[in-house]
């Protein structure tokens, strides 16, 4: 059997077939044909989800809590949506099709590909809930086809292949997941804990300061304290993305010049 997401989230979980059919609606469609006359659509369940989801996290998203929302009925709300596992493509599909594009044309390469990256970086911090969704079998959707086809243009022309320009764009997203996350989980401890960073080491540094030895983690020593008197924390997301994004244009840099030699 196969294993659910952590959390039990992620892309494509629910009927393929429904699901589809869901996301390639027309605007403006997804009212029932049956019974009384429909109070809402799928784009309003959609809509309350994702306000859902963006506000209180997924741990807060379930039909019940949209249907609230909505102020219909929860069983009212499976006539639109069958379950949360298609409803949760359908905010993704969703987030993907309003999230704003660049006109790439013109731009250096390295331009491009640092303005899709910036795009999904503030689709996350928009959306943080988008970054913790797995999506290796994604949603299938016209959102998502649009986003594929505008970030595809970064590296098109480039000299890679098909499937290098995949994979390169495959790692420009990972990069900006995995940073976003560092911020989110960043934001949260400050809220979960009623502290900010800079209050919390100043409550660990007197214990910390008995118990460790920098003699012996010598490198852990000098380098942590560089990292925290530079961002005043453990981690600075701004600093992370600003540097690995150089190191990624730099590596994509390479890869590129190889295929002109």
């Known amino acids: ?17 429904r699901t589809l059919e869901l996301l390639w609606r027309s605007p403006g469609q997804g009212g ?7 109070r809402t659509t799928v784009d309003a369940v959609v809509a309350a989800a994702i306000e859902i989801a963006d506000t209180e996290g997924l741990a807060a998203l379930t039909m019940r809590s949209v249907a ?3 102020g219909v009925t ?12 298609e409803l ?17 044309s013109g731009m250096p390469w390295k331009e491009r590909v640092s303005a899709i990256a910036a795009e999904n970086r503030e689709l996350l911090a928009g959306h943080p809930w988008v970054a913790y969704v797995p999506t290796t079998r994604p949603p299938l959707g016209p959102g998502l086809a649009a986003k594929y086809d505008h970030e595809l243009g970064a590296f098109d022309g480039l ?19 995995s940073v976003a996350r560092i911020a989110i989980d960043t934001r949260r401890a400050s809220v979960d804990s009623g502290m900010t960073d800079h209050e919390w080491w100043e409550r660990t540094a007197p214990v910390l300061a008995r118990v460790f030895d920098p003699a012996r983690y010598p490198l852990a020593a000098r380098v942590g304290e560089a990292a925290g008197r530079a961002h005043d924390s453990a981690y600075s997301a701004d600093h992370a993305y600003d540097f690995g994004l150089v190191l990624v244009l730099d590596g994509l840099e390479r890869r590129i010049a190889s295929r002109s030699v």
């Not at 929860?74 to 596992?85: E, H, I, L």
């Open 68 to 70: 609230a929302k909505l």
């Open 32 to 38: 029932s044909a049956r019974g009384p006359k429909q």
């Open 1 to 17: 059997m196969e294993k659910k997401a952590r959390g039990g989230e992620r892309s494509s979980a629910g009927d393929p077939a």
């Open 88 to 104: 949760l493509d359908l905010m993704l599909d969703t987030v993907y099709q309003q999230m704003p594009r660049a006109d790439l």
């Open 159 to 177: 000299g890679l292949t098909d499937l290098e320009m995949d994979a390169a764009l495959t790692h420009v997203l990972g990069f900006v997941t």
């Open 74 to 85: 929860p069983m009212a709300t499976y006539t639109y949506v069958p379950g949360k596992a």
